[in-house]
DNA sequence: CCGTCATTGGGATGACATGGGATATCATGG
DNA sequence: CCATGATATCCCATGTCATCCCAATGACGG
């Protein structure tokens, strides 16, 4: 099984279209999906993303819950914030402008692999969060009772 | 299995008539269904739709309870309610005068995707509505399934 | 230095939501 | 049984937006 790998920041044009990685398509290709199916991420201004097979699943434990009951509803209102971006023939999505409000997109998009799925950034916001977990991790390794002075990770991006 | 995904919200013309959203009705030409089939959500002011196929299961789950019980009853009132809304040759629906009232809607209509159903709210409220399960599903740790679990899903189909 | 692939751009076409007029269907009252 | 009005259905027109097609630029490897 291929991994959404690295990150890559496309520009979005007049029309509101952005290229989608290819590398990123290609992992596509083989989840049984022609388009991304993306939602509103829980904790940060950004977009999950993924193919079909996962949303099946979802689709699928849905089957296991009973039909009006409280936890159906939650789930089912997973599907509501759901959209489905086609690829054009280039491998283009159109982000819908309610999506390019929520994530703060205004002319470049940060695609971020997760490994089995990825996330859509703003290109700033998704570089000071990933500066604020290397803050994180440095400071929780200098709060560490270690001895040792020299820690590699300090100065690891020029 | 096509899925019912993401929130439309389209207008209703001097006529009452709205547009279903395409996505829609391509989902539900899957569901042996030429119309909408609808009823009222026990929960919230909104309605329920769907194709004819789960309003078949629906009364093959009547079989499984017992008659004459509170529960069949509850049920089987859900039959009493349910309209059948045809698609016109451009794919629009009416919505009845009492469905609408009982929706609250004016002048737009909000077609919200469900996975295997879709809900029709009025779209002020949904929006809110949506915003809450929004903050239910983060504060109570929701977690999405992951997209290929390690473990064989029981029953899956190789 | 050239060929291939990926991203980016723009015009033309088509799909869809929306609106309005004309016609058919139905319930009601005479 | 027919007349009438209201309502729904069909048909056609329009504007907007997404999609398709074609082209250009830029990166990368041989």
Redesign the pocket.
Known sequence: MRLFLST???????????????????VLSGQNSSGILTFRSFKHNALDCSGLDRVQEMAAQLDTIPEFSEEYENLAALFADMKT??????????L??DLLQFVGITD?VAFVGQGKNFQIWEPAAQEAHQEARRQSARASGFTLPTSRPVAPIVGATP
Chains 1, 2 share one sequence.
């Open positions: 890559y920041v496309n520009k979005v044009d007049r029309k509101g279209r952005v290229s989608v990685p290819a590398p990123f398509r290609t971006l086609p690829l054009d023939s280039e491998g283009r999505i159109i819908p402008e470049s």
